[in-house]
């Protein structure tokens, strides 16, 4: 993955918008009354900066930093920079929901990513290239995310993934994807946590909900110690990473390294908050 192309991941690449049958319409409409994950915790602390190095199989390593922009409590945009470039983006918001995202690399506009909700839940984004479907589970949590490939030259789209979740606890426990792009292929990925604050606890939940960097997303509350995966059928040879954190002294993650299962360093996140 380019530089590029990992950042835009990093500062929320879940954009899509919204298509959808009577069936799975009814099924929103049955948790509609209850918004999805939980509001800030009262007094948690915000993102202020995320410096993230990546290492691959030489031991090279990409450096990118992100710093995190208030007005008042609320985050409007962010500016990240790494090697080669540098990448600002505004959020714009509806009351506390996010209603667009304004990208720019290097001073110049790079793309548009828009919003729309039915009720308190986030239904669909979308972007010029994708779009996102998301649908709840009846307790309020990301259940399924089906992300689509748009071909606006020749008028067509094409489902490329789908994304579904289990949770326990409040954290994401499975997370099954299927690849429609390469031979319909299926990722399973298991989760244990610690019992620490997750770093986005104290953000806007719709924040949540599409922020993904390395080492944390926003969709748990609390944080990853291990990751195994493997391809369906093949559940016997699993792949397993670990998780090593340091803690602040309200218990969130400042440092995040995530080791693969023959402890080599996969990446090294420092967090400050504010």
Partial sequence: ???QKRFRCFVFMLFSIFLVSCSEEDKMNHTASRPFLSEPVSRGLQLKKITQVTYD??????????????????????????????????IVYNGN?????????????????????????????????ERTEFYYDSNGNLETQNQFYLNSALGTEEMVKTTSYTYQNGNVTQETSTD?????????????????????????KYFRLIFQTEGFN???????????????GNQDNPTIQTYQLEYNTQNYPVRIKRFSENNILISDTTIEYR
């Avoid at 926003?218 to 369906?232: A, D, F, K, M, V």
């Fill in 1 to 3: 993955m380019t530089q």
């Fill in 57 to 90: 199989t030489s031991m090279s390593f990409d450096t990118s930093v992100t710093d995190f922009i208030y007005s008042g409590n609320k985050l409007i945009g962010t500016h990240g920079q790494d090697e080669n470039s540098y990448y600002d983006t505004q």
């Fill in 97 to 129: 929901k996010i209603s667009q995202i304004i990208s720019q690399r290097n001073g110049n506009n790079s793309g548009q990513s828009s919003f729309s909700y039915n009720g308190n839940f986030l239904f669909s984004s979308s972007n010029l290239y």
């Fill in 180 to 204: 429609f792009g390469f031979g319909n292929s299926t990722t399973i990925l298991n989760y244990t946590y610690d019992n620490k604050m997750n770093p986005t606890r104290g953000m806007n």
């Fill in 218 to 232: 926003g969709l748990s509350n609390n944080n990853p110690i291990t990751r195994s995966y493997y391809q369906q």
